[in-house]
């Protein structure tokens, strides 16, 4: 195909999913698309570091696969997707006790069926839960909404279950414990769950928005190149350029959006935050289950824990492991890493002293606070002004999924503005 950069109709600032998925719209309808980028890669949030073999995603992250627009916008086979298994090991009172998705593993589900997290009537309002939310293809807009924690009392799940398994499971998604998220999104999210697989791709996250921007026309991304200002009908880089479009898309994180917006000055919106810190072992004794670790005793720091090389042996190299443990908050302290030995030593024993740490991130602004409740016009959420629109996780559900719906739906706003043929 053609370069485009150089004449576009449209420029979008950010190179994450959102701006990816709008640039990719675009483009499959013949619309010149720049996309500019402040910092060296495309993905945003979704980036993967390589590090001596190791595959570092900035942060633990997964695709489930049952999301709708990620089916839609992604080609799964090529992204080599690799399960984790459905369900949890749920550290508590000195053991692991396996929550097991009771229609994926049935035996282990019901060995798990008397086991000390949860009641019996949990894991039945578990599957009603399952069944009620089925059908559920996006974030619910006209359900009541109230906090996910509400909506689980009310449903009648226990405080054992709540504590011991809702709290470190959607607290590690929601990144926040108290469960104060929005209950839309949980829906949302426990549908997915439901229906579909956890993955990750072989070669890490890294592979969503590089497949995304590799349907691109040569010469769409500029990366390491800043916006400073937004006007009508142009943009402002940091180096003092200009570049002319009719339209322009604001595809940032929320912040940045702020101040494109409303000026530099502008407070910044409540984010959520994270820290991710990886380690390696060769120690032959550790699991090899592909499955997310959780912390049931709300004791501390860690909230859940992956050995991602058990999930895709290419996170690491031959012999080597791969273990990333999360911690909720912006915590990356020096004495963070003791603390966290400490605790996952009473996970998987002494040998934690002798894993070697590779990299903690910090993530500051990982999410924003979600907020579900604007109207579901599309249209109206997308289109700031005439020439002027937006796209980002802020704007829908705070995922992957939401991204890449978002960025579509900005790209659908502008196309409406175009004369059919
Ligand atoms: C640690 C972590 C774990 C997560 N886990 C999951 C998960 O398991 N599953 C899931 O579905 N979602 C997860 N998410 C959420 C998901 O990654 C995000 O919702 C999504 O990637 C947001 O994409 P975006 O395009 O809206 O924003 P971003 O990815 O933030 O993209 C915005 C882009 O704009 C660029 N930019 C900003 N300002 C400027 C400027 N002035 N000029 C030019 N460029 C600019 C930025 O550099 C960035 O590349 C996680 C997020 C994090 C951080």
């Known amino acids: ?70 089916q839609r916008a992604l080609n799964y086979d090529a992204l080599e997707l690799q399960p984790f298994y459905s369900g949890s090991d749920v550290y508590r ?9 009771p229609l994926r593993h049935p035996i282990a589900a019901l060995r798990g069926a008397f086991c000390p997290i949860g009641t019996l ?10 069944l009620e939310l089925r059908r ?15 909506l689980l009392e009310a449903y009648g799940f226990s405080e054992n279950i709540i504590d011991r398994f809702f709290r470190p499971f ?42 995304v921007a590799a349907s691109l026309p040569a010469g769409s991304v500029r990366l390491n190149t800043s916006v400073a200002s937004v006007e009508s009908g142009s943009v402002t880089l940091a180096n003092g350029e200009k570049i002319e479009a009719p339209h322009v898309v604001i595809a940032t994180d929320e912040n940045a959006a702020l101040k494109l917006l409303n000026g ?63 911690v909720i908050g912006a915590c990356g302290s020096e004495a963070l890493e003791g603390a966290v030995r400490e605790h996952l030593a009473r996970w998987f024993g002494e040998g934690v002293s002798q894993w070697r740490h590779l990299r903690t991130y910090t993530i500051a602004n990982a999410h924003p606070e979600s907020r579900q409740s604007h109207t579901g016009n599309y249209v109206q959420n997308a289109r700031i002004s ?22 579509r739906r900005a790209a659908e706003a502008i196309l409406a503005t175009y004369p059919p043929p």
């Open 264 to 326: 530099p000055e502008t407070k910044p919106a409540s984010q959520r935050s994270v820290t991710c810190l990886y380690f390696t072992t060769n120690d032959p004794t550790l699991p090899t289950t592909p499955i997310v670790y959780l912390d049931g005793e709300g004791c501390g720091p860690v909230n859940n824990v992956a050995i991602l090389s058990n999930v895709s042996a290419a996170y690491a190299p031959a012999g080597q492991r791969l273990i990333s443990a999360t």
């Open 93 to 101: 009172h000195g053991s692991f006790q396996r929550l097991a998705d």
């Open 136 to 150: 559920l293809q996006t974030v619910p807009r006209q359900t009541m909404e109230v906090t996910t924690e509400e």
């Open 170 to 211: 959607f607290g590690g998604i929601f990144l926040e414990k108290e469960l104060r998220t929005s209950s839309r999104l949980f829906q949302f999210i426990y549908a997915m769950f439901s229906k579909g697989q956890t993955a990750i791709p072989r070669l890490g996250m890294q592979a969503i928005p590089n497949q």
């Open 386 to 407: 005439p020439g002027l629109y937006r796209c980002g996780d802020h704007l829908e559900d705070v995922s992957i999924n939401g991204a890449l719906l978002s960025g």
């Open 1 to 70: 195909m053609e370069p485009t950069g150089s004449h576009p109709q449209v420029i979008i600032i950010g190179a994450g999913l959102a701006g990816l998925a709008c640039a990719r719209e675009l483009s499959l309808a013949k619309v010149p698309v720049l996309i500019l980028e402040s910092s060296d890669g495309v993905g945003g949030r979704v980036r993967t570091d390589e590090l001596e073999g190791f595959r570092l995603d900035r942060g633990f992250q997964v695709l489930l696969t049952a999301y709708p627009e990620a």
């Open 121 to 130: 009537y949990d894991k039945w309002f578990a599957l009603l839960l399952r």
